[in-house]
C-alpha cells in the first residue's frame, strides 16, 4: 500500500471547507474532518468530500461505553467515511465492539486508536495516576488496540518505527509533517514526509503548511515528492 497524504480540513464553518477545497488540488485524495468544524455543521461537511470522491478521515477520537462506540462507528460507516479515531483508553470492550461494529459494515472504515494524547505530559499521568511512561503507556495501549481488532494507531513519526516493528500490520497515521524548510509552528515532534514514511507510517496528516500554503499545488507536489524519495 502506497502512503496517503489526508489533508486536515482545519476550518470552522462548511463555507471555509468549499473555499479550502476550491483552492486544493485534485491530487489530495484523502481529507481528515475533526471535532470543531462537525461539531458546528454536522455529517453535511461530508458531502462537498463525497461530491469530490475524496476519501474521508473522521478524527472524533471516540471514547464511550461499548454500545455507544458501536453505535456511532455504524452511522460514521454509514455517512461514507474511510477512517475513524477512538481512545485507545476506552478499554478492550469498547476496542472490540468498535471494531466489530466497523467489520459488519456493508463499506467498512478502518479504526485507529489515540494511545496517548501528545497535549498529556507526565505530570498529567501522576494525576491521572498512571505509573507507566509515556513511551510505555503508548505501546502498552497500543498492544491492547491491535489485539482488540483495532486497525492501527495514531503516532508521531518518532515512534512510528517502534510500532511498527512491533505491529507489522497495523494502520500508523502519523500527524506533525513537516517540510525541511517548513514553519514547525506550535508542533514539537515534527518529522519530514520520508522521514515517516521511512519508520513505517501509511498515513501522513498535513494541515497547515498546505492549508495555509500561498501555493498549496507547489506544496503538496513537494510532500508527494517527498513520500515518494522513501518508497
Ligand atoms: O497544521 P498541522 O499540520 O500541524 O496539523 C496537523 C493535524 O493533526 C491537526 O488537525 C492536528 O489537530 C492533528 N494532530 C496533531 N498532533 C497530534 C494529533 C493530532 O497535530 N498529536
Known amino acids: 500500500m502506497n502512503p496517503a497524504l489526508i489533508v486536515a480540513l482545519d476550518v470552522p464553518t462548511l463555507k471555509e471547507m468549499e473555499d479550502a477545497l476550491n483552492r486544493l488540488p485534485e491530487t489530495i485524495e484523502w481529507y481528515k ?11 453535511a461537511v461530508l458531502e462537498p468530500l463525497k461530491r469530490r470522491n475524496k476519501k474521508i478521515f473522521l478524527d472524533l477520537k ?12 455504524k452511522t460514521a460507516a454509514s455517512h461514507g467515511v474511510n477512517l475513524l479515531t477512538v481512545h485507545a483508553i476506552g478499554g478492550r470492550a469498547m476496542l472490540e465492539a468498535a471494531a ?10 478502518k479504526i485507529v486508536a489515540v494511545t496517548t494524547l501528545t497535549s498529556l505530559g507526565q505530570d498529567d499521568f501522576q494525576d491521572l495516576g498512571i ?3 509515556i513511551s510505555e503507556q503508548a505501546l502498552a495501549l497500543g ?8 486497525d492501527g494507531l495514531v503516532t508521531s513519526a518518532h515512534e512510528a518505527g517502534a510500532l511498527r516493528e512491533r ?32 519508520q513505517g507510517s501509511t498515513h501522513l496528516v498535513v494541515g497547515r503548511p498546505i492549508m495555509q500554503a500561498n501555493d498549496p499545488s507547489a506544496v503538496t507536489a513537494a510532500i508527494l515528492a517527498d513520500i515518494k524519495t522513501a518508497l
Request: one cysteine or more.
Open 143 to 150: 498492544e491492547l488496540a491491535i489485539s482488540s481488532g483495532i
Open 33 to 43: 474532518v475533526g471535532l470543531e468544524i462537525f461539531c458546528a455543521e454536522g455529517p
Open 131 to 133: 505509573e507507566r511512561t
Open 167 to 198: 505491529f507489522p500490520e497495523a494502520l500508523l497515521v502519523t500527524p506533525g509533517i513537516r517540510m525541511p524548510d517548513g514553519d514547525v509552528g506550535d508542533q514539537k515532534r515534527v518529522a519530514t514526509p520520508a522521514f515517516a514514511v521511512q
Open 62 to 73: 471516540l471514547h464511550d461505553i461499548p454500545q455507544t462506540v458501536a453505535n456511532a462507528v
Open 100 to 109: 466489530k461494529a466497523a467489520r459488519e459494515c456493508d463499506n467498512p472504515p
